[in-house]
């Protein structure tokens, strides 16, 4: 089946250390995005990538970083940086730069305590 | 600043009592306006792009439609499986390639039996 998953479901983290989470798709598609969703407020994003080896900052990019690396894979590292990282984060991807409809994959929920 | 609004925040019909949900939008240069439908605690399922006003779309109960300045969800007799919160998002022309979307904050739809 064809998807893009995110692992894991559930994330639980200390304060002041940085958490990878991971996202893969095999739709041979060419963009992915980075959300995240907090209660009582719509998705923002958080970076997103055109194309392999390229990634540009969304909204809110400070303290989080990206790589890809490979087509299919887009992780997001949350940093120590980032002063309120609790929330739901999903990892959207769509055909190419012309291809306007993204897809999600089900999210990680990260508690960071 | 591009804006999302959608109204209202939270919707209770019984089943079978149709009622539209709108999304108001603030933006300079419309690429595309989307619908997902959101489950709790998994990623939005796309439903529909609209690209021009007075364009219309249909799926199942559900049908989208958009003017210049807003789209509406209508939904026709409604069953407790169509409960869900509802997400608009809009995609602004950037001159750019795949720009994220902006989300609203969701309409929670609850349909009683």
């Known amino acids: 089946d064809g998807g893009i998953t995110q692992s894991p479901k559930y994330l639980f983290r200390k304060e002041g250390q940085n958490v990878t989470l991971s996202c893969e798709q095999n739709l041979n598609h060419d963009a992915m995005y980075w959300y995240r969703q907090d209660p009582g407020q719509g998705l923002r994003l958080i970076y997103y990538s055109q194309i392999v080896n390229d990634f540009q900052k969304g909204d809110i990019a400070e303290g989080y970083s990206v790589s890809r690396e490979k087509k299919e894979s887009f992780p997001l590292t949350v940093t120590s940086a980032q002063k309120n990282p609790t929330a739901f984060y999903l990892c959207?991807?769509?055909?190419?730069?012309?291809?306007?409809?993204?897809?999600f994959g089900p999210g990680t929920r990260l508690t960071v305590t | 600043e591009d804006q999302v609004t959608q109204s209202p925040e939270a919707l209770r019909l019984q089943e079978g009592e149709s009622s539209s949900l709108n999304c108001s939008y603030t933006?300079?240069?419309?690429?595309?306006l989307f619908w997902y439908r959101q489950d709790p605690g998994k990623g939005p399922e796309f439903l529909f792009t609209?690209?021009?006003a007075g364009e219309e779309k249909e799926k199942e109960r559900l049908k989208a439609t958009l003017t210049k300045k807003e789209s509406f969800l209508h939904i026709t007799a409604p069953k407790p499986e169509d409960s869900a919160t509802y997400l608009c998002?809009?995609?602004?022309?950037?001159?750019?390639?795949?720009?994220?979307?902006?989300f609203g904050k969701g309409t929670h739809l609850i349909i009683q039996p």
């Open positions: 959207a991807s769509s055909r190419d730069s012309h291809d306007h409809e993204q897809y």
């Open positions: 998002a809009v995609q602004v022309d950037s001159g750019g390639g795949a720009d994220g979307l902006t």
């Open positions: 933006v300079s240069g419309l690429r595309g």
């Open positions: 609209l690209y021009s």
